[in-house]
């Protein structure tokens, strides 16, 4: 089902859209398919499977969709024919822009001719340190690498939720040679512990990212770390 964007789904999409069940396989430990109260879905449990019924779903026109919000369409256990149909589905309603966002960009270069004609490539890096005891991603400086490698023409951001410890110098590195459009910054959203940095430091990045030419979009979650420091919002 086609759904209006809300909560902490980024202000400047309009909606959201799933085709992908069963569980993602890189198994964050923040994800927030995992209700903290109810749980995880049904639909979200389970060896990853396409939901046929979700290719029939009319995109209509003039929005900015996310497509596959609950998953990660990238992932290295999504076969290539699901995510093929999922592309052809997205072409056949051309006036809309499509957002993809993944922790496996590699994985980006194997259908760049199969993306809808008004698109946008994101990529999540929460830090780049190591985060192999909360995540079976691959590791940030992979994912900041193949995004960097993309073809010059494409449209790219990089979102850096749920923001954990950091060295600045680096991830500024990383910024500056992906050459996004726009950063997205924010903080975890659901309590999950995390080592986060302090705010300073948050507000010292989206400086020093700014001052490269790049757009900071801060996120509404950001404001807790900015409460929890007393910081001016």
């Known amino acids: 089902m086609l759904k209006t964007s809300k909560g902490n789904m980024y202000p400047w999409v309009t909606h959201m859209h799933t085709h992908l069940g069963g569980e993602c396989s890189h198994k964050c430990s923040y994800c927030y398919v995992d209700n903290p109260i109810n749980g995880r879905s049904t639909r979200y449990i389970g060896k990853v499977r396409l939901i046929d019924y979700e290719l029939g779903i009319d995109y209509g026109q003039k929005r900015v969709i996310f497509i596959e919000h609950c998953n990660d369409l990238f992932a290295a256990d999504v076969p ?8 052809f589905h997205v072409r056949n309603f051309p006036n809309n822009k499509y957002i993809f966002q993944t922790k496996n960009p590699e994985r980006y270069k194997n259908f760049l001719d199969q993306f809808p004609k008004d698109f946008l490539l994101g990529c999540t ?4 340190r190591g985060m192999s005891k909360i995540s079976k991603a691959p590791d940030a400086f992979n994912r900041q690498l193949a995004m960097r490698e993309l073809p010059k023409k494409i449209n790219k ?3 850096l939720e749920p923001i ?5 110098d680096i991830l500024v590195d ?3 040679n992906i050459k996004p459009l726009f950063v997205n910054i924010g903080a975890d959203s659901k309590d999950h512990n995390l080592n986060e940095p302090t705010i300073e430091k948050v507000m010292e990045l989206g400086k020093r990212i700014s ?3 790049i757009e900071v979009k801060e996120k509404r979650n950001l ?3 900015k409460n929890k420091e007393g910081i001016q919002k």
């Open 80 to 87: 290539n024919n699901f995510i093929k149909s999922i592309l």
């Open 125 to 128: 890096i929460e830090t780049n």
């Open 157 to 159: 951001f990089i979102t």
């Open 164 to 168: 954990l410890d950091f060295d600045v």
């Open 174 to 176: 990383w910024i500056s």
């Open 211 to 213: 001052e490269l030419g």
């Open 223 to 225: 404001n807790r770390l």
